[in-house]
């Protein structure tokens, strides 16, 4: 929730009041920063000559975009089809576009992933860039972005993982979902993850939509993903898995789970699997959902009916000869990982017994004092993603993980903009992300209207390119894009696959000649 002290300046205010340009040098730097956000050469001789291309104020208003993810693509597309003139840079930090939707969203769910046509049309607009390879906040300071463009739109989603904040959470065996969706999507950072499947039993924590797709993935016969675009290191992996039983838990109880029905299908229908649930959890549970919202209710009837009935014919004859099983576990909250014998690895979870406060969706979990033991090699956090703070010139309210804002303006910071994971915290799929880019894109016009961005000629990414260049910063374009895409298409062929996602950064840029 953004707070209420949202202020809205006149441009000329807040050029008086604008945050001081980073003194310091990024780690790429090798030129200083000087005052306008230009590196390398005196104030007055950078930005300025840009200035002499632009002769009226008419000239089209340059915004730039912090991040390739939904939220980045569909902010773009919003300026640009409703601003005849807008010219839109988009900024990633990979060398790939398109955040979540290639790194997140599970291999087995490739019709999710067709967004990335409409993404691949506007990044082909003749009045949008795609400038990937470039972290902001690193290569490039927010500040120098803003001096740069006429607003400038963070949407650069939720990269961190949060933390259980429980002893043993940092044992060998333990992974946050984070890593391990990253590690079978190809995320260059987690490439090295190799987990350990040599256990029987893994237990993920959490109940919402990523666990279900961590336990999909752990579960799902290697031979239905080889046809998918999970990497080719991951599915060896998998290929090897000894992983026979997961629990997933909840600290909550079965009207509180954060996972969706269609979801919650799949792993019922999962093949080779049977589910685990104590129709003691869903006592009384019939009664209670009369009043409740529809979406929770069908999921409810749903649960209700896997926990408490014996399975249709078809599941029955799908389910008898499963040698895999997944369970819910409900009322039960992370304590602490427990060490094997020699402390060198994770062999268990101990779980706090809990009951509810409250009713419904706002119920709390309290201890009860008991506590139990479940033994299992993996441990998976799956309790949410987590914005950081990207510059220390942006407001970041680090308790609730986003940058305060009020329908995407920046709060105090006239010209910059927030979409996405970034603005409203993670949580929302790719449709919720879209209205809500929507929404800020619609912000900025109207702030540009009323005249509240700057006036007169801003010179966009020639003068980041001088920047970035002075920096070793070798920023990649989509066409270079198209070109990794065509590898990992043609890679992928032989084996029947989508693509073969390409991991090392280092090998992409080679592919590039760079
Ligand atoms: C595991 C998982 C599975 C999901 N599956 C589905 C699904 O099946 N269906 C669905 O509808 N929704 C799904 N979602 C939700 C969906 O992915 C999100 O709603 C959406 O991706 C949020 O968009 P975003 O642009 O805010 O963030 P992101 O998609 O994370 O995009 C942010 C982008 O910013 C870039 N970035 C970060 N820092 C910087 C920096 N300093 N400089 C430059 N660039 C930077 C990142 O690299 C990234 O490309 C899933 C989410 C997760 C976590
Ligand atoms: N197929 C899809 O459409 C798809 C796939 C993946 C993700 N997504 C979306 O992406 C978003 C993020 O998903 P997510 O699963 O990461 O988050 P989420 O939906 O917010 O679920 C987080 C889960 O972690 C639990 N949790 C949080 N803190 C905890 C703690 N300290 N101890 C124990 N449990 C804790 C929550 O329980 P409480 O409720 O008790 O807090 C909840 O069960 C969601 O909107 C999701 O729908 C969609």
New binding site residues.
């Given amino acids: 929730m953004a707070p209420r002290c949202w202020r809205w300046w006149h441009w000329s205010t807040w050029r008086r009041t604008r945050p001081p340009l980073p003194g310091s040098t990024p780690s790429r730097s090798r030129a200083p920063v000087g005052p306008d956000g230009c590196a390398g050469r005196p104030a007055s001789a950078k930005c300025g000559g840009f200035r002499q291309r632009f002769s009226t104020q008419e000239q089209p208003p340059q915004i730039c975009v912090?991040?390739?993810?939904?939220?980045?693509f569909y902010t773009a597309q919003h300026l640009l089809k409703h601003h005849p003139q807008a010219h839109v840079d988009i900024?990633?930090?990979?060398l790939v576009?398109?955040?979540?939707?290639r790194f997140?969203?599970?291999p087995d769910?490739p019709e999710?992933k067709n967004v990335i046509n409409t993404f691949t049309q506007t990044a082909r607009s003749a009045r949008c860039a795609f400038r990937g390879n470039?972290?902001?906040?690193?290569d490039v300071a927010v500040p120098e972005l803003r001096a740069a463009y006429h607003a400038v739109v963070l949407?650069?989603?939720?990269?961190d993982h949060r933390a259980l904040e429980i002893p043993g959470e940092e044992l060998p065996g333990v992974f946050s979902a984070?890593a391990f969706?990253g590690w079978y999507n190809g995320l260059p950072e987690n490439r090295e993850l190799a987990p350990d499947l040599s256990c029987d039993t893994a237990v993920i924590l959490g109940q919402g939509?990523?666990a279900l797709?961590v336990a999909r993935i752990l579960l799902t016969p290697p031979e239905h993903l080889e046809k998918t675009d999970i990497t080719e290191a991951a599915l060896g992996v998998l290929r090897q898995s000894r992983v026979k039983t997961v629990w997933i838990v909840g600290r909550r109880g079965p009207l509180q789970v954060a996972f969706t029905i269609k979801e919650l299908r799949e792993m019922i229908q999962l093949p080779g699997t049977r589910p685990i649930l104590d129709p003691a959890d869903f006592l009384g549970l019939q009664d209670r959902i009369k009043d409740v919202p529809r979406p929770r209710k069908r999921l409810t009837e749903l649960l209700l009916r896997t926990a408490t009935e014996k399975p249709g014919t078809e599941d029955a004859a799908r389910q008898a000869p499963a040698s895999r099983a997944w369970g819910l576990r409900f009322f039960r909250s992370p304590q602490q990982v427990l060490p094997s014998p020699d402390g060198r690895r994770a062999a268990g979870i101990r779980l706090a017994v809990t009951r509810l406060e409250g009713v419904g969706e706002a119920a709390r979990a309290v201890p009860t004092g008991d506590t139990e033991d479940l033994p299992c090699g993996l441990v998976l956090s799956s309790v949410g993603?987590k914005s950081r703070p990207?510059d220390p010139s942006v407001p970041f309210d680090p308790k609730l993980g986003v940058i305060p804002n009020m329908e995407g303006r920046v709060v105090d910071v006239p010209g910059l903009y927030c979409?996405?994971?970034?603005k409203r915290g993670p949580t929302?799929?790719?449709?919720?992300?879209m209205t809500d880019s929507f929404l800020t894109g619609q912000m900025l016009l109207q702030d540009l209207k009323a005249g509240l961005l700057p006036p007169g000629p801003r010179p966009g990414y020639a003068a980041i390119e001088a920047l970035l260049s002075s920096r070793g910063v070798q920023p990649v374009s989509f066409s270079d894009w198209e070109k990794l895409d065509a590898e990992e298409v043609s890679r992928g062929k032989g084996a029947g696959k989508p693509r073969e996602k390409l991991l090392d950064p280092q090998e992409m840029l080679g592919l590039l000649g760079r």
């Fill in positions: 912090v991040g390739s993810g939904p939220a980045g900024y990633e930090k990979q576009p398109f955040g979540l939707v997140g969203v599970a769910h999710v470039v972290v902001v906040g690193r949407s650069y989603g939720a990269e984070r969706v939509n990523v797709d993603y990207i979409s996405g994971w970034v929302g799929v790719i449709a919720t992300t």
